[in-house]
C-alpha cells in the first residue's frame, strides 16, 4: 500500500502530466489542480484509512462513489478557471481517470513485488 503523503505526489504528478497531454497552457488551471488534488486526495486517502473497509467488493464500491462525488466536484471547481462546462467535466474526467488507473497499476506492481520480496526473505 502506498502511504498517503505519496499518493499525492504521485496524483499531482500524473494530473500535471496529463494537463500537458491535453495541452493546457494556462497557470491557473495547473494551480487549480494542484489546490484540488491536494484538499480531495488527502480528504479521500484519509477517509479511506479512517473507515477501512475490509471487503474487497465494499472498499472498490466506496472507493468508487467517493471518486465519482470528486469527479463532479472538480468538475465544478474547473468550471470557475475554465468557463467552459463541458471541457471542465472532460478534465476532470480525464485527470481523475488517469491518476485512479495509474495509482491501480502501481498498487499492482507493488503487491507482486511485495509478494516475491516475502517469499525471498
Known amino acids: 500500500m502506498i502511504d498517503i503523503p505519496t499518493?499525492?505526489?504521485?496524483?499531482?504528478?500524473i494530473e500535471s502530466c496529463a494537463l500537458f497531454i491535453l495541452k493546457e497552457k494556462r497557470i491557473k488551471v495547473y494551480v487549480c489542480s494542484i489546490i484540488l488534488n491536494t484538499i480531495t486526495n488527502l480528504s479521500l486517502n484519509i477517509f479511506l484509512t479512517?473507515?477501512?473497509?475490509?471487503?474487497?467488493i465494499a472498499y472498490f464500491l466506496v472507493l468508487f462513489s467517493?471518486?465519482?462525488?470528486?469527479?463532479f466536484i472538480e468538475g465544478m471547481v474547473y468550471y470557475f478557471v475554465i468557463k467552459d462546462f463541458k471541457k471542465s467535466l472532460k478534465y476532470s474526467f480525464i485527470l481523475n481517470l488517469s491518476s485512479f488507473l495509474i495509482g491501480l497499476v502501481i498498487s499492482f506492481v507493488l503487491s507482486i513485488i511485495n509478494y516475491y520480496n516475502f517469499f525471498k526473505a
Open 50 to 56: 479512517q473507515y477501512a473497509v475490509n471487503e474487497p
Open 7 to 13: 499518493a499525492l505526489i504521485l496524483t499531482l504528478i
Open 66 to 71: 467517493l471518486e465519482v462525488a470528486i469527479w
